[in-house]
């Protein structure tokens, strides 16, 4: 049977409402199979405000790549503990606790790609959204 093809499809940032996910970052989804031509993989620009940090989860089915585009931030990545800043890339492999917290004095600015691409179901918190607490 043949591969079906799909359109081409662009989407522009500015022109995307953000959201908020369940680890608390706010997101702009760039591309996802849910709503544009991507089979499996989302791409989503995700901003976590100064002195805020994502909450502490893990996704058991995805593998995520962030891509640091602005701002300064720690990374908690399993036991692993480590600043990011821009131009650095992170690969989470699937099953591995980790979030981000934003150590600068600008907005944290990333790129989140996700294969399988990104479900609210696969994100299994670690910590509960009511707590202000540390992310490692």
Do not use: W
């Not at 706010?26 to 805020?52: G, K």
């Not at 994502?54 to 995520?64: F, M, Q, V």
Request: aromatic residues 4%; negative net charge.
């Amino acid at each position: 049977m043949p591969h079906k093809k799909l359109e081409i499809y662009t989407t522009h940032a500015l022109g995307i409402e953000p959201f908020i996910t369940k680890d608390g970052s706010i997101i702009r989804e760039l591309m996802h199979p849910d709503h544009h031509s991507s089979e499996r993989q989302s791409i989503a620009e995700a901003t976590i405000p100064i002195r805020n940090k994502t909450l502490l989860h893990r996704h058991n089915k995805t593998e995520e790549i962030y891509h640091i585009k602005e701002g300064t931030g720690r990374m908690t990545l399993g036991n692993k503990d480590f600043t990011v800043a821009p131009n650095d890339t992170i690969c989470i492999k699937p099953g591995t606790a980790h979030c981000i917290e934003n150590i600068g004095e600008k907005p944290l600015v990333l790129l989140c790609c996700c294969v399988p691409g990104y479900s609210h179901e696969d994100t299994e918190l670690l910590t509960l959204p009511f707590k202000k607490e540390q992310c490692d």
